[in-house]
C-alpha cells in the first residue's frame, strides 16, 4: 500500500481536503473534504432588515464580495417588484468589471501560474521573473482600484445598496484610472498570448456547460441561464433544474442537475457560452492567438480568464468613458411582503441568491447557492477521469496535477461553506 | 513588542485562516506596491493562501484570521499561541468573533437547521469567539476587513523595534477630518461613527450612509449617550440593536449598547 499525503493543497480560497482512493489501478472513491467551519449565513439572515443583506453577504467572501452584494440586491429586487435605472445598472457593471479583474488576475498570477511554471508560488516567482509578478499585482491593484473608487474599499465595499448606490461615486477619481486601464487592457492582451504558451496538463471533458446568458452583453447580471444542453430557464427557475444536496464529507453542500449530473460553472462555461457577446478586442485576442472554442479542459480556465481579462478591461474603460451620472442614485424603496431571486456570475461562477420578505422588510427566508458549491461534485469527477494518469507519474507530480486541477477551478471554500489537504491512497496494486 | 532578531536571519512570518471570508488574508495580497518589499524585508514561512512551502515553526509573529467556531479551531489556536512569539488578531473576526457571532444570540444548531438537511454530520461550537477568549493576544487589528496599510504598518513597526502607530480617535473624527457633513445631523441616518474604532477613513459616512461598526467598539465611546441619540432616529424598531449587533456585535462594548438599545426602543414603541 502506497500513500501520498501532503500537509495543505495551497493557493486556494478556504480550507478543505482531497481524498483518492485507488486499488488495483481503479479508483475507490473521490472525495473533496471541506473543513471550512459553517457559519450559517442563511440562518443568521432571517430577521435582519433587507438593506443589510449586501452588507452581511459580502462577507461570505473576502475574494468576491461584489458578486455577493449583486446578487442579493438584485433578488430582494425582485422581491420588492422594483427595477433599477439603467445608470445604475451600467455603475453596477462597472464595478463588476473591477472585480473580475481583481480576482482574475489575482488566480492567473498568483495562485494558478505557479502549478503552470514550477513555483510553490508567486512569491518564488518573483524571484525568477521578478516582471510578470509586478505586472500581475499591477493588474490587480487597477481592478481593486474601481472597486476602491466606486464603494470605497475593495474588500468589502460600502456604496452598493438594494435599489442603487447610497451615493454616485466622483467622477474624477474613476476618469483618473483611465490611463492605468488602457495599460492593463494591453497587458491582459499580452496576457491571452502567454496564456496559450503554458503547459497545460491533459485532459478533455465532455462538460455540461452553465452560464448567465444575455443577449445584448457579456452575462454577468441579468439575463437567462443557458446550459451547454441547450437548456435554457429563467433565473426564477433555477432551483427547479439544479439541486442542492448535503454530503456526510463536506460542510458545503452539493449541487447537480436535475437529472443527478455533475456541471461546470466559471470562466470556461460563460467564454463558451457567450463568446459572441465579447466585446472586439477580447473577439480579437482570441483569435490572435488562435483560440478554438469550446475549450473542455478545466487547467485551461487560465485562458478564459485572460480573455475574460481584456474583455473586462475594455468594458470598464468604456464604462467610465460614458460615466455622467445623473438623477437618484437610488430607487426610493416601498415595503411589501414578497419572494424573489437573483443570480450573477462570479469570477468563479453563478452564485444565486433567493429570499423570502415580509411587509417590514425583514427577511423571513435565505437560499445562497455559491458557485463552489455547483462545481465541487464536478471537480470530484474530475478527479476521477484523472486517476489513470496519475497512476503513471511519480507520488510528487501525481499529487501537484490533482492539487492543480482543484487550483483550475478557483474553488472558493469559504463561500461554499475551507484548507485543502490531499491525501492520495494507493488501496493495493498500481 | 520588537521583532530585533537575536541572529542575522530575517523574522518569520506565519499568516493563519479561522473562520472567516479570507478578505483579511487578501489584504495582504493587496498590498500591490510593498508586497514583494514585504517578501524580502520577512520570510513568510507559512501561508498557505500564497503558498505550498510551509516552514516549520516556531515563528516570530503569527496573523490570524477568523474567529473560533468548531472544537479543532480550539485547539489549534493553542498549538498556533506556542509556535509564535507574537500573536496579532487580524479582523474583526479574531478581534470579537465576527459576523458568524450573531450565533451567539441564538441557538447555533436553530441556524443549523435553516442551512444544513443534515446538521448532523457538521462539528461545530454553540459560539463564535474572538482568539482572545482562548490564548493570550499580543496585539489586536480591527477592521471587516482590515485596513491594508494598518497591517503594513504593524510589520514595519515590528521590523523597526516600536510600537505601532494606530488612529487613536473614533470614525467620528475622521469625518470632521474629511469634511464629510455629517449624515446623523443633516439627514437623521442612524450612525455608530461616535463610538467605533478609527481607521476605515469614514467610508459609509462618506459614501452618504450611516457607520455600521465593522471596526469594533472604540475604547473612549460613550455609549449611553449614543443609544439615546440613536433611538429617536430608528426608522423600525430594533433598528439600532441591529446596527450594534453585526459585524462587531459580539464585542462587549457592542453587545451591551445592543441589549440597552433594545430596551429604549421598547420604551419608546410602549408611549
Same mark, same amino acid.
Given at each position: 500500500m502506497k500513500t501520498i499525503e501532503v500537509p495543505a493543497l495551497a493557493r486556494v480560497e478556504g480550507e478543505g481536503g482531497l481524498y483518492i482512493g485507488m486499488q488495483d489501478g481503479k479508483t475507490v472513491e473521490v472525495r473533496l473534504d471541506i473543513y471550512e467551519p459553517p457559519r450559517f449565513?442563511?440562518?443568521?439572515?432571517?430577521?435582519? *432588515?433587507?438593506?443589510?443583506?449586501?452588507?452581511i453577504t459580502a462577507r461570505i467572501c473576502g475574494i468576491c464580495p461584489v458578486a455577493y452584494q449583486m446578487s442579493s440586491v438584485y433578488a430582494l429586487e425582485n422581491a420588492l417588484g422594483i427595477k433599477v435605472t439603467p445608470e445604475v445598472r451600467r455603475l453596477r457593471r462597472l464595478m463588476?468589471?473591477?472585480?473580475?479583474?481583481?480576482?482574475?488576475?489575482?488566480?492567473?498570477?498568483?495562485?494558478?501560474?505557479?502549478?503552470?511554471?514550477?513555483?510553490?508560488?508567486?512569491?518564488?516567482?518573483?524571484? !525568477?521573473?521578478?516582471e510578470v509578478v509586478r505586472n500581475a499585482l499591477r493588474l490587480k491593484k487597477a481592478g481593486n482600484a474601481i472597486i476602491k473608487a466606486i464603494g470605497g474599499r475593495s474588500v468589502h465595499p460600502v456604496n452598493a445598496c438594494v435599489g442603487g448606490f447610497y451615493r454616485w461615486p466622483d467622477a474624477q477619481p474613476l476618469?483618473?484610472?483611465?490611463?492605468?486601464?488602457?495599460?492593463?487592457?494591453?497587458?491582459?492582451?499580452?496576457? !491571452?498570448?502567454?496564456?496559450?504558451?503554458?503547459? *497545460?496538463?491533459?485532459?478533455?471533458?465532455?462538460?455540461?456547460?452553465?452560464?448567465? %446568458?444575455?443577449?445584448d452583453e457579456y452575462g454577468v447580471i441579468e439575463g437567462e441561464i443557458w446550459s451547454s444542453t441547450g437548456h435554457k430557464i429563467s433565473i426564477a427557475d433555477y432551483e427547479k433544474s439544479y439541486i442542492e444536496q448535503q454530503v456526510r464529507h463536506s460542510n458545503a453542500l452539493h449541487s447537480h442537475t436535475k437529472a443527478g449530473k455533475p456541471y461546470l460553472v466559471g470562466p470556461l462555461a460563460r467564454l463558451n457560452l457567450n463568446h459572441e457577446q465579447l466585446l472586439p478586442k477580447a473577439q480579437k485576442a482570441m483569435k490572435d492567438a488562435r483560440i478554438k472554442l469550446p475549450l473542455r479542459n478545466t487547467y485551461k480556465s487560465l485562458i478564459a480568464r485572460a480573455v475574460e481579462l481584456v474583455h473586462f478591461y475594455e468594458e470598464a474603460i468604456a464604462l467610465i468613458n460614458a460615466y455622467a451620472p445623473e438623477g437618484p442614485a437610488h430607487t426610493e424603496l416601498q415595503f411589501k411582503a414578497g419572494e424573489g431571486a437573483g443570480a450573477t456570475e462570479a469570477p468563479r461562477g453563478l452564485l444565486y441568491h433567493r429570499y423570502k420578505i415580509d411587509e417590514h422588510g425583514r427577511v423571513q427566508f435565505a437560499k445562497i447557492t455559491p458557485p463552489t458549491a455547483q462545481n465541487l461534485p464536478r471537480i470530484e469527477a474530475d478527479i476521477e477521469k484523472l486517476v489513470p494518469?496519475?497512476?503513471?507519474?511519480? %507520488?510528487?507530480?501525481?499529487?501537484?496535477?490533482?492539487?492543480?486541477?482543484?487550483?483550475?477551478?478557483?474553488?472558493?471554500?469559504?463561500?461554499?461553506t475551507h484548507f485543502l489537504k490531499l491525501k492520495i491512497e494507493n488501496v493495493g496494486h498500481a | 513588542m520588537t521583532l530585533t532578531p537575536k541572529h542575522h536571519s530575517k523574522?518569520?512570518?506565519?499568516?493563519?485562516?479561522?473562520?472567516?471570508?479570507?478578505?483579511?488574508?487578501?489584504?495582504?495580497?493587496?498590498? $500591490?506596491?510593498?508586497?514583494?518589499?514585504?517578501?524580502?524585508?520577512?520570510?513568510?514561512?507559512? =501561508?498557505?493562501?500564497?503558498?505550498?512551502?510551509?516552514?516549520?515553526?516556531p515563528y516570530d509573529v503569527?496573523?490570524?484570521?477568523?474567529?473560533?467556531?468548531?472544537?479543532?479551531?480550539? $485547539?489549534?489556536?493553542?498549538?498556533?499561541?506556542?509556535?509564535?512569539?507574537?500573536?496579532?488578531?487580524?479582523?474583526?473576526?479574531?478581534t470579537a468573533g465576527g459576523i458568524q457571532a450573531l450565533r451567539n444570540f441564538t441557538k447555533a444548531s436553530d441556524l443549523a437547521v435553516k442551512v444544513y438537511p443534515h446538521p448532523e454530520y457538521l462539528h461545530y461550537l454553540e459560539t463564535s469567539t474572538p482568539l482572545s477568549a482562548h490564548v493570550t493576544v499580543d496585539l489586536d487589528i480591527w477592521g471587516c476587513p482590515v485596513n491594508k496599510y494598518t497591517v503594513a504598518e504593524v510589520i514595519a513597526a515590528l521590523l523597526q523595534n516600536r510600537r505601532p502607530n494606530f488612529p487613536p480617535s473614533p470614525v467620528c473624527l475622521e469625518c470632521k477630518r474629511n469634511g464629510t457633513v455629517c449624515v446623523v445631523v443633516a439627514q437623521g441616518t442612524p450612525c455608530l461613527g461616535p463610538v467605533v474604532h478609527g481607521g476605515c477613513g469614514a467610508l459609509c459616512p462618506g459614501s452618504g450612509r450611516g457607520c455600521y461598526g465593522c =471596526?469594533?467598539?472604540?475604547?473612549?465611546g460613550n455609549f449611553n449617550s449614543l443609544v439615546k441619540m440613536l433611538t429617536p432616529l430608528e426608522h423600525f424598531p430594533g433598528e439600532a440593536a441591529l446596527l450594534l449587533r453585526n459585524f462587531a456585535g459580539y464585542a462587549p462594548a457592542f453587545h451591551k449598547a445592543a441589549d440597552e438599545a433594545l430596551k429604549a426602543s421598547a420604551e419608546k414603541e410602549a408611549k
Open positions: 449565513f442563511e440562518g443568521f439572515l432571517v430577521d435582519r *432588515y433587507l438593506q443589510e443583506v449586501p452588507d463588476y468589471c473591477g472585480e473580475m479583474i481583481e480576482s482574475h488576475a489575482l488566480h492567473i498570477y498568483l495562485l494558478q501560474a505557479p502549478d503552470l511554471l514550477g513555483q510553490p508560488s508567486a512569491l518564488d516567482l518573483a524571484a !525568477v521573473a521578478p476618469k483618473a484610472l483611465l490611463p492605468e486601464l488602457e495599460w492593463g487592457l494591453e497587458a491582459a492582451r499580452e496576457c !491571452v498570448k502567454w496564456s496559450v504558451t503554458l503547459p *497545460y496538463p491533459e485532459l478533455e471533458i465532455d462538460y455540461e456547460f452553465v452560464a448567465l %446568458h444575455h443577449p494518469k496519475l497512476l503513471k507519474m511519480n %507520488h510528487e507530480q501525481a499529487t501537484l496535477t490533482a492539487e492543480h486541477l482543484v487550483r483550475s477551478y478557483d474553488p472558493c471554500i469559504s463561500c461554499a | 523574522p518569520k512570518l506565519a499568516v493563519y485562516k479561522f473562520s472567516s471570508c479570507d478578505g483579511c488574508q487578501l489584504s495582504i495580497l493587496n498590498l $500591490e506596491d510593498e508586497l514583494l518589499e514585504l517578501a524580502g524585508a520577512v520570510d513568510i514561512s507559512y =501561508f498557505i493562501e500564497a503558498t505550498r512551502t510551509v516552514k516549520p515553526g503569527g496573523l490570524v484570521e477568523g474567529s473560533v467556531t468548531t472544537p479543532h479551531e480550539a $485547539e489549534r489556536i493553542k498549538q498556533v499561541r506556542n509556535e509564535c512569539k507574537y500573536l496579532v488578531a487580524l479582523g474583526t473576526c479574531a =471596526f469594533g467598539p472604540s475604547s473612549q
